[in-house]
């Protein structure tokens, strides 16, 4: 999964245990969007949510040579039905992750 923030996903090491936030995305020219992003991207909305509690954490890839993407990949042992919640909320939310 894409974690928003690289500079968090750096700090992991495999075998750590983390807490997934997912913050879902709202379009500028919202009533909360409005003039808050960045180059005309959206924020984060008020809505933050727990996806998961204590997963842990199996591999952190490198970042590929040349790829700017954003945001930094992180490999979790979760059971399946938590990684179709994970994959769902990465489509529509930023993804964060805090240390257990």
């Known amino acids: 999964m894409r974690i928003a923030d690289a500079e968090t996903v750096r700090l992991l090491k495999p075998g750590d245990r983390v807490d997934v936030i997912a913050a879902p995305e709202v379009p500028t020219g919202t009533a909360f969007g409005?003039?808050?992003g960045i180059g005309g991207a959206s924020r984060t909305g008020p809505d933050a949510r727990v996806i998961v509690t204590g997963a842990r954490v199996t591999?952190?890839?490198?970042?590929a040579e040349g790829f700017r993407d954003g945001g930094a990949l992180v490999v979790l042992a979760v059971p399946r039905t938590v990684a179709t919640a994970l994959a769902g909320a990465g489509v529509t939310s930023r993804l964060a992750v805090t240390l257990c």
Do not use: D, I, K, T
């Not at 591999?59 to 970042?63: C, D, F, L, M």
């Open 59 to 63: 591999e952190v890839p490198r970042a």
């Open 34 to 36: 409005q003039g808050a």
